[in-house]
C-alpha cells in the first residue's frame, strides 16, 4: 500500500512569480497550470492514499473546481475534502478562504468518514476516514506552540479507542523540532515513517521535518521517500506499507 502525503499550497506554486508583484500575491493568482503539473505527479505515483494538505475546494483559483474532486477523478478514486476551519467561523464566511480545507483520496471505497474540530488554533480540522482494514487520520496543526500541543492532547483521545492499524499523516509545523512530539508519540504508540527526519521544507532546499506519516505497530515500512518535486513549498512524502 503506497502512501502520499502532500501540502500542496492550493496548488498556487512557488518562486518568483508566486511573490509578484507583492509578497504571496500567489494566494490570489489562478493555480489551474500549477496544479495539472501537480495532478500528473501524483498519477505517476501511482498511490492507493492520498493526503492533501491545503486543498482549493472551489475558489476563483480553480475557476470554481474542486481539487480534490479533479485528482479523485482522474484517478478513479474515492474521497472526503473539508474545509480547516470549524463551522460558523470567520474564515468560512470569507469567499477565499472558506474553500481552503484537506482532503484523502483512495484507491480502495472510504467506508466511513467523520470530521473533528480541534478546540484552539485557526486550522482546526481531522479528518477521520476508513477503508475495509485501516483507519487514516489527517491533519494540519497549528502555526503556534501552545496551540499545537492543545491539538495534539486532543488528537491523541480522538485516535486512542481506534481499532486496528491507523495512520496518522498531515503537515504537523512543528519548527522547535521533532521532541514537540515526544509525549505524543508515546502516548499512542505511533512510529515515525520518517526514521532518519529528513527535511520535507522547504521544497527548493529542505531544512525542516514539517510533515509527518506516522503508522501503528501492525504495520510495516518496505520503503519511504521524499521526491525532489518543487511544485509547492513543501516537498511530498511517500511510504510504501505491507500489513
Not at 67 to 73: D, I, K
Not at 109 to 134: C, M, P, S, W, Y
Amino acid at each position: 500500500m503506497r502512501f502520499l502525503l502532500y501540502n500542496i499550497r492550493y496548488g498556487t506554486g512557488i518562486g518568483t512569480r508566486f511573490h509578484f508583484p507583492v509578497p504571496y500575491a500567489g494566494y490570489l493568482k489562478r493555480s489551474t497550470e500549477n496544479y495539472r503539473q501537480i495532478t500528473e505527479f501524483i498519477s505517476r505515483l501511482a498511490p492507493d492514499l492520498v493526503g492533501l494538505v491545503e486543498v482549493d475546494s472551489g475558489s476563483f483559483r480553480t475557476e470554481n473546481c474542486c481539487q480534490a474532486e479533479f485528482l479523485a477523478r482522474r484517478l478513479g478514486y474515492d474521497h472526503v475534502v473539508e474545509s480547516k476551519y470549524r463551522c460558523g467561523s470567520l474564515p468560512r464566511r470569507v469567499p477565499v478562504l472558506a474553500k481552503q480545507g484537506n482532503a484523502l483520496l483512495s484507491r480502495e471505497k472510504l467506508h466511513d468518514h467523520q470530521f473533528h474540530f480541534f478546540r484552539k488554533g485557526v486550522k482546526r480540522l481531522v479528518i477521520e476516514a476508513k477503508t475495509a482494514n485501516l483507519t487514516v487520520f489527517l491533519v494540519h496543526l497549528s502555526l503556534t506552540y501552545y496551540n499545537r500541543q492543545s491539538q495534539l492532547r486532543q488528537l491523541y483521545e480522538i485516535i486512542k479507542t481506534t481499532q486496528g492499524p491507523v495512520i496518522v499523516a498531515g503537515d504537523f509545523n512543528i519548527f522547535w523540532g521533532d521532541q514537540e512530539l515526544d509525549l505524543f508519540l508515546a502516548a499512542t504508540r505511533l512510529r515515525n515513517a520518517n526514521d532518519h527526519g529528513y527535511p520535507s521544507h522547504p521544497s527548493r532546499s529542505p531544512k525542516r521535518q514539517l510533515d509527518f506519516i506516522l503508522y501503528s505497530p501492525e504495520l510495516t515500512v518496505e520503503n519511504f521517500f521524499i521526491p525532489d518535486v518543487i511544485l509547492s513549498d513543501h516537498a511530498p512524502l511517500v511510504c510504501d506499507f505491507t500489513e
